[in-house]
């Protein structure tokens, strides 16, 4: 297909009635909330060009082979849903959510997905046969093209992108963690400021220049002082658990805590001192944080759900695609008498992402 438009013939797309698709849309948000008389939504090959889904829940519906060409998806729900072999070039996707979504064979040139999550979606070349009245019409035969998308800002844990062709597409501060660019064709690819965490570089076909302004995956150096901040931590967790009577408060700003990912939550966090430091797409959850200053520091992509942050300091934080849902955020009430509110000044962190906090 070509840029300029849907080119799909009238024998292998069908053209469903506008009053037709907005009452298959409703019987599928009852069919995800669980509602008396919901049915999966199966739009397969339809024409569905420049269609408004913004915000509508579609989570697990089928688009196979459909055309959905210059559609309005912004803040859309597309978990787990089929976008095999569809056609999504010019879309507007922002803040949208495809995370586990089938999108191999998908085309998505020119396309705008910044601040979108995509985590663990399929992105491979695939094939669709669309089938006639006399057998087979015709074969749709996409190589998983990505080219020219607008991946910034996006949320990758787990996307696989193998084969696709993703020339021009820019990944500018995306939050990448791995991911699988086996066989991508990245020509012009961009990925300033991107965080690039459990990634093969060797994977990528691209000069290592183009990743000069990037958070890499964790130097040797960083692996190697992986015992020495555990030691740190346990020290802490003592010195936390017997009110400072024993062990020592540690300090761990400036430092990569990503090394240390299958230990850190073991330990009790409660006014430990990361500035600056480097938490990219760690698992917080549940963590004791209480008064943690973590000013500065880069967590974009970690998951602090459950956690407690009260009056944790998070000033000047990178936070993209952080995830706070029951985390307590409440105000610190300290033995002093002094109150302590959690501290988000100048951090990067949307209303939408603390919705399902626990507040004030």
């Given at each position: 297909m070509s840029d300029s438009g849907p080119t799909v013939s009238a024998n292998q797309i069908?053209?469903?009635?506008?009053d037709d698709i907005e009452a298959i849309l409703r019987t599928h948000e009852l069919f995800v909330s669980n509602k008396?008389?919901?049915?999966?939504?199966?739009?397969?090959?339809?024409?569905?060009?420049n269609i408004d889904l913004a915000g509508r829940n579609l989570s697990e519906a089928d688009f196979?082979?459909?055309?959905?060409?210059?559609?309005?998806?912004?803040?859309a729900n597309f978990q787990r849903a089929n976008l095999y072999c569809t056609d999504l070039r010019s879309i507007n996707g922002r803040c949208g959510n495809f995370s586990h979504a089938d999108m191999r064979g998908a085309s998505l040139g020119r396309s705008n997905l910044s601040n979108a999550v995509l985590d663990h979606a399929d992105f491979r070349p695939a094939r669709l046969a669309q089938h006639g009245l006399w057998g087979i019409a015709g074969i749709i035969d996409r190589n998983g093209s990505a080219a020219g998308t607008d991946f910034s800002f996006c949320s990758l844990c787990g996307t696989s992108f193998e084969g696709a062709n993703l020339k021009d597409a820019n990944f500018n501060g995306a939050v990448i963690n791995a991911a699988k660019f086996k066989g991508a064709r990245l020509i012009n690819a961009t990925f300033d400021d991107a965080v690039l965490t459990d990634i093969d570089l060797g994977e990528l076909d691209v000069p290592l220049s183009t990743f000069k302004n990037c958070v890499l995956p964790s130097s040797q150096e960083a692996i190697a002082a992986a015992p020495h901040l555990i030691a740190k931590l346990q020290a802490h967790h003592r010195w936390s658990e017997t009110n400072g009577r024993r062990g020592s408060s540690a300090n761990l700003d400036d430092a990569d805590l990503r090394p240390i990912k299958t230990f850190i939550s073991r330990f009790t966090l409660t006014a430990i001192s990361a500035r600056r430091a480097n938490g990219a797409g760690l698992d917080f959850a549940s963590m004791e944080m209480q008064g943690a200053n973590l000013e500065g520091a880069d967590l974009r992509g970690a998951n602090f759900s459950g956690a407690d942050l009260r009056g944790a300091i998070f000033r000047g934080a990178r936070l993209d695609h952080a995830k706070f849902v029951a985390a307590d955020m409440r105000t610190l009430h300290l033995r002093s008498?002094?109150?302590?509110p959690c501290d988000f000044t100048n951090a990067n962190l949307s209303p939408e992402q603390i919705a399902d906090a626990v507040l004030d």
């Open positions: 069908c053209t469903a009635a506008h008396a008389g919901g049915r999966r939504a199966k739009l397969v090959s339809c024409d569905l060009a196979t082979g459909s055309v959905l060409y210059g559609a309005n998806l912004r803040f008498g002094e109150l302590r």
